[in-house]
């Protein structure tokens, strides 16, 4: 019984431990440079609709249940997405856009596990008629999520996502 007792609040130290050491937060982004000045690509970034073009996850499941409401390219519109395993299910909801700067939006996953993050869009010039975007995302990593992130990099589960989705938007616009 003494035994059994001990093995248990081992096993609560070592969960309290982990939780106390455990990333409380992560922001993960990547930029790049593309060939066409401010204004034109800030323009084609507001839409929800438009990620639909570059967006790596599409590419997974062309097959995806989308649905957008609101007006596209305005604070409240969201755009809705049911897919497979690797895309899941979620929405994603603008919340703020200053023009030529910056985009921001709420992503909600609701499968594979429900979940909540910041996702943002940045433009900065970049020499003249050449724009730097940054695509990120943040959030916090609530408990009992925290843990798994010392086993998980979210930097390495999503980084090449975006690396792949900009290079996607970058052909797009440099070709139009």
């Known amino acids: 019984m003494y035994i059994l007792l001990y093995i248990l609040s081992g096993i609560v130290a070592i969960v309290l431990i982990l939780a106390i050491i455990a990333p409380k937060t992560y922001d993960v982004s990547r930029s790049i440079i593309i060939s066409k000045p401010v204004p034109e690509v800030f323009e084609y970034l507001k839409y929800l609709g438009k990620q639909r073009e570059w967006s790596p996850w599409e590419k997974r499941d062309p097959n995806m249940e989308y649905k957008l409401t609101g007006i596209d390219g305005e604070v409240g519109a969201v755009s809705y997405w049911n897919g497979n395993k690797e895309v899941g299910e979620g929405e994603q ?25 910041d996702a943002y869009l940045r433009v900065t010039e970049e020499g003249k008629g050449s724009t730097k975007v940054t695509w990120g995302f943040s959030g916090k990593n609530k408990f009992p999520m925290s843990i798994m992130m010392l086993f998980m990099n979210m930097d390495k589960m999503v980084g090449k996502d975006f690396e792949d989705g900009l290079g996607s938007l970058k052909e797009i616009l440099e070709n139009q």
């Open 93 to 117: 909801e603008l919340t703020g856009i200053t023009q030529n700067k910056e985009i921001i939006s709420q992503l909600r996953f609701f499968k594979p596990w429900k979940s909540q993050s």
